[in-house]
């Protein structure tokens, strides 16, 4: 499998131009430690706290990257886009900096919080039914009537090259580490991760942490063929979309490792997070704490970089599980 | 009323001293803010989240303070206190630093997350009725038989010293501030807050935000006189304890003001702490921003400093308001 045009352009100093071009929006996002985390572990975790980034998300770097790399001809057509939440108001939020137009194609069951702050960042909502198909169709149909330019939330070089800004800054803070870990679902975020992380680091570990209950990726790099999800459950509601083409080629070349985790694993790591770290996380983000927890003896005592997606959650829906089944 | 000693010897010099002493343990905790819920309230709010100190709670200043303050033949002899929770974590923590022995009387009821913390720390609990009259009666008992030296949780002229740090870290950061916002339940943080701010600021307002279930501090203002608590009725576990003397005394000299919030107020504080700043509190902290909620026209426009104190909160008790309640 081989990585297509405009992928294929996607190296590190994609990562720099885009961290370039969003410094002047996005937040430079805090790296939190943890002693008592790491003991439990036996391994040195870095946390990138994209919960603090804008909208509270990683997908502001990329919607960022993506709407300022268009030309003004281009811009001024407004973009498109299907997404469940984060990036749907990350595209809001950057088509409103740059003072053009965005729509929305979302599902009608998107969790209410993620609506309402798409609504308050001037984005034109469009609801359709919860499936891929549906998705897709609207945003046809949105675009055909508009000609709004499409930005998909990760099968896209400009949302890849922002995503990977996240990595990007982490190892220039903290230098050197042995493996990074960050969620997956399309793979946008991990997409750019790697390529950023493999960039400075030669011999790093990418890590994609994937809910069993979505388990696409894992059994994608198993067979060596794209896999999609027939049906999900998982109560990570931001990893639920299946890998695109373009990242799993990425992944591939970066010999990305997918680790599976339970949501009880989830839970678990998200309840650490919220009672070590002192910070509001979302269940998809859990994941790649969970992964680590999971599998101590490939973390033990390595520095190892955790990216923190994103704290968009849902409290009403949070229900804790016992603080001991770590 | 006057200030007796060595309260009366309380001024910014020594503040400025604790933050010396305890600045190789204690944390420089950032200040947050939020575009959105300064745009909501009309004001500039700068949050110093202590949530982020050591143990969890601003109370490791002033352990600290009050620890490294002892000469070595006081400190050979240990320390004791009695406390619900984060003061107890706090000296344990001191302690441990400073190598002696701590012995902490605790009500049996105290919240589990705040236990355990305790006993990681290596302190030696000692479990009584949750009355005063039980606390200071066991405590002097454990004096008795150990020579500890008391270490009060807030009428202590180091603890309050230490307690300041927090509000002088805050002031040298942003600059001047109009006002200044702190939980109040003995008093400790917010005589140590008034010490430093009218020290820095000489007409900075100086507000106590106070539970409405355990309002002891709005009615001894009112009266003039100091007022206990016959009874507490309130989820702000750690604001239920009675103002101290010495910690009225000075409060008073700073002309501070208390505000009383309904535990309905704190809810949607916390909860618009959680989904906006994107960090975890306790919600004996939210009462701060309650209280700004509550007065919009006294803080319209102004520059607000909030002392967010603690982020110990049992996850499994809290239940969310509904959003729209603020």
Redesign the interface.
Known sequence: MSIAAPFADLTLDAIWRAAERIAPYAHRT?VLRSHSIDAQIGAQLYFKCE??QRI?AFKFRGACNAVFALSDVEAARGVATHSSGNHAAALALAARLRGIAAHVVMPHNTIR?KIDSVRRLGATLIFCEATQAARTQTLAEVIDATGAVEIHPFAHPQVIAGQGTAALELLREVGRLDALVAPISGGGLLAGTAIAARGLCADIDIVGAEPSGADDAARSFASGVLQGNTHTDTISDGLRADLGAPNFAILRAAHTRILTVTDAQTLSAL?LI??R?????EPSCATALAAITKHPTFFAARRVGVILSG?NVD??SLR?PE?SSL
Request: proline letters at 11%.
């Open positions: 805090p919960n603090f509270g919080v309840r919220y009672e770290l002192k910070i509001v996380v704290g409290l009403d804790w603080p």
